[in-house]
């Protein structure tokens, strides 16, 4: 017999309450992080989350085969002892500099857990997406928070400022940025400060910065992705370093795509004691799926931490395939002159096709398509069953991300753009 209404009966009865009204208005409010799509359809070439179009190295399977053994059964080594003293040897610092976590963005979450106090405003001024000021209205608190809830984000720190204990619910970012880092910091109650990047994606001067008045100097935290993600700028170390020594917060270097850079500021993690290098085994290394990142600093910031994290925040399997990683780095650094081979053939071959093509320390390249708007080129490649990245937030929205795939990908990619080019002409 057909039914009515196909709706299980379950969660149908009518309480005193909704379901919603148990949830803390900050979740409630929460705007969550929107990862890249992951599609289920057949055949596309997927160049739209920097995953890595190679596999991990032969050795790294066999790894992962090998411990599928009885020990499923039981927990991992609840600290990655082994994989952080190896760490430790290849960055030339001890264990108690490293912690591992479940991939990097549990560690971006730990670092605003442990380092940013939540402000005393139940609706905090973040401007999520990492766009600039994305204040929304809410009743609640009257308090100093509250007031500048309306204002710009900026001018939310600068009330932050002037109250009593200054700066310690600030998160702080360039934009365009990593976009999870509005998130995390709108989870934890605390308020973002997103300043902007140069219109190229450099990086501000200090004394630009000091001149330009809205950033923090004193934030609790600080993200820099360097290199650049959605831009792929990449930043000198001199320059990096300049800024750390400006801080008196935290300072998270957010070096997921570093490998592909010239570049590294893991010197910085090491010398200052206010500053945390973030890495990830997900992009350079193929194991997006298994989940393993790791953050480098002082060794009382990492014991923080630690305190805090999960009990077996990273799963086993992680560890081994990470350990046998690290001894196959050869196959790697063969992959990522591969990487940014084609990374320089594809950013010459569009720029010949008319986009404008910024230039790229990353395993992706972002460009301005000609002819038509960045979200109608995503469409129409989407047509051709090819699938790259589109940000609808300021200062990136008339570009494309593309993340390089194996030269058979690129070359798809270009004869597509040929004619897509051609047929619209
Ligand atoms: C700038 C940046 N940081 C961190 C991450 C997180 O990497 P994972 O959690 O896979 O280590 C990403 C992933 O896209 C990223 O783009």
Redesign the pocket.
């Known amino acids: 017999m057909p039914l009515a209404n196909s709706e299980p009966k379950v969660h149908r009865r009518k309480g005193r309450h909704s379901a919603g009204a148990l949830i803390r208005p900050l979740v409630r409010r929460l705007h969550a992080y929107v ?2 799509e992951q599609p289920k359809i057949r055949g596309l070439i997927k160049l739209n ?2 995953e890595n179009p190679f596999p991990p190295a032969p050795r790294v399977f066999e790894a992962i085969r090998a411990a599928t053994d009885e020990r499923l059964r039981r927990y991992p080594n609840p600290t990655a002892d082994l994989l952080r003293e190896k760490l430790a040897r290849f960055h030339h610092c001890r264990p108690e500099n490293i912690i591992v ?6 560690l ?1 979450a730990l670092a605003t857990r442990a380092f940013v106090e939540p402000s005393i405003d139940p609706a905090p001024a973040s401007a999520a997406g990492g766009g600039e000021g994305a204040p929304r209205a809410g009743a609640e608190a009257p308090n100093i928070l509250l007031r500048a809830r309306n204002a710009r984000s900026s001018a939310s720190v600068r009330a932050i400022q002037g109250a009593s204990r200054p700066s310690r619910s600030v998160v702080q970012f360039f934009t365009p ?2 976009s ?1 880092y509005p998130v995390l910091a709108e989870i934890q109650g605390g308020v973002s400060n997103p300043v902007p990047l140069h219109a190229d994606f450099s990086l501000p001067s200090v004394g630009e910065l000091r001149r330009g008045g809205r950033w923090d100097f004193r934030a609790a935290l600080t993200y820099v ?1 360097a290199p650049n ?1 959605p831009s792929g700028r990449g930043y000198s170390t001199r320059e990096l370093d300049a800024l750390c020594h400006a801080h008196r917060g935290a300072v998270v270097l ?1 070096e ?2 570093v490998d592909f850079a010239d570049e590294n500021a893991m010197a910085l993690g090491l010398r200052h004691r206010h500053v945390l290098v ?1 890495r ?4 350079a290394y193929s194991l ?1 799926f298994l ?3 790791y953050l480098v600093g002082h060794a009382d910031l990492i014991a923080a931490l630690q305190k805090i994290r999960d009990s077996y925040n990273v799963n086993g399997l992680g560890q081994v395939a990470a350990l046998a990683t690290l001894a196959n780095l050869p196959y790697y650094r063969n992959n990522f002159r591969r990487i940014r081979a084609t990374r320089e053939r594809l950013s010459r071959e569009l720029a010949a096709l008319g986009f404008r093509v910024y230039p790229s320390q990353t395993n992706f390249v972002l460009a301005r398509p000609p002819e038509w708007p960045a979200g109608a080129w995503l469409e129409k490649l989407r047509g051709r069953k090819i699938l790259v990245r589109w940000f609808d937030l300021p200062g990136v929205r008339d570009c494309l991300r593309i993340t390089i795939g194996t030269d058979g990908e690129i070359d798809a990619l270009l004869e597509a753009v040929r004619r897509i080019l051609r047929v619209n002409r």
């Open positions: 990862p890249g989350t920097n976590g479940n991939g990097s963005d549990e971006l940025s990593y999870l992705t993600a957010d997921a795509y973030a990830t085994f997900s992009k997006c989940r393993v990142g």
